[in-house]
């Protein structure tokens, strides 16, 4: 069955730096994958999508990649900031589905000041 | 627009009880889904609803159930609460948006308690 996987459950890094952040599928290839940010007690927030035809997607400070060979999205944040912290979540559609989502465990991103 | 709202935003229940939350999606959105999150397991989903038809359903008991109306408004019901159904319920809308993809626009949710 499909599984995803989000290397590392906390990454902390400093201010300025910028954060990576993975996430990884198995037996299947989602035609394109969203990734979202959530803060505590609150629902998560879209941020980017890519299609798996797409290489690189940038929207400000936030940069996804999309390598269909390694099944796997990065997800970068330059000059992060305190602010950015966060737990990030991605999230391709569930396999047979286009609409369905399903969602990884996230990543907790603390940046220090 | 306004976003999607969520009622109540927090709920106190004892177990056996049954409760049910409400979620009204953005203006024009006909796909409304629902999630519950815990700290073990993540954000699972528990259902979605287009045009008053549940068209996707997750691997929950059917203790959890729902139901849309005619104007995409939502309601989530959990009968005889278990205390393993503590959790945040989001609710998250959908326009079925372009090419094929699904952007979920998500609640602030509402936290249960079942004491």
């Known amino acids: 069955s499909q599984k995803i996987e989000q290397n590392s459950e906390a990454l902390n890094i400093q201010e300025g730096k910028t954060a990576t952040l993975t996430c990884n599928y198995t037996?299947?290839?989602?035609?394109?994958l969203q990734w979202y940010r959530q803060d505590p007690g609150r629902g998560p927030v879209f941020l980017l999508l890519?299609?798996?035809?797409?290489k690189e997607k940038r929207k400000e400070r936030l940069k996804v990649t999309f390598d269909t060979t390694l099944k796997q999205s990065l997800f970068h944040i330059t000059a992060s900031q305190p602010a950015d912290s966060a737990t990030y979540l991605c999230?391709?559609?569930?396999?047979?589905?286009?609409?369905?989502?399903?969602f990884g465990s996230g990543t907790q991103l603390t940046v220090l000041p | 627009k306004a976003g999607v709202t969520q009622t109540p935003r927090y709920l106190i229940k004892t177990r056996g009880q049954q409760v049910t939350l409400s979620c009204s999606p953005i203006?024009?959105?006909?796909?409304v889904s629902w999630y519950q999150q815990t700290p073990g397991q993540g954000l699972q989903f528990l259902f979605e609803?287009?045009?008053?038809?549940?068209?996707n359903k997750g691997n929950f008991p059917g203790r959890f159930s729902g139901r849309q109306f005619s104007n995409s408004r939502s309601e989530m019901n959990v009968s005889t609460l278990e205390l393993g159904d503590s959790a945040l319920y989001l609710c998250?809308?959908?326009?079925?948006?372009?090419?094929?993809?699904?952007?979920?626009?998500f609640g602030p949710g509402t936290r249960l308690t079942v004491l």
């Open positions: 998250a809308s959908s326009s079925q948006g372009d090419g094929g993809t699904d952007t979920q626009y």
């Open positions: 037996n299947y290839s989602p035609a394109y």
């Open positions: 890519i299609r798996e035809n797409e």
């Open positions: 999230a391709p559609p569930v396999s047979g589905s286009a609409r369905q989502l399903t």
């Open positions: 203006s024009g959105h006909r796909s």
């Open positions: 609803y287009f045009s008053e038809t549940q068209r």
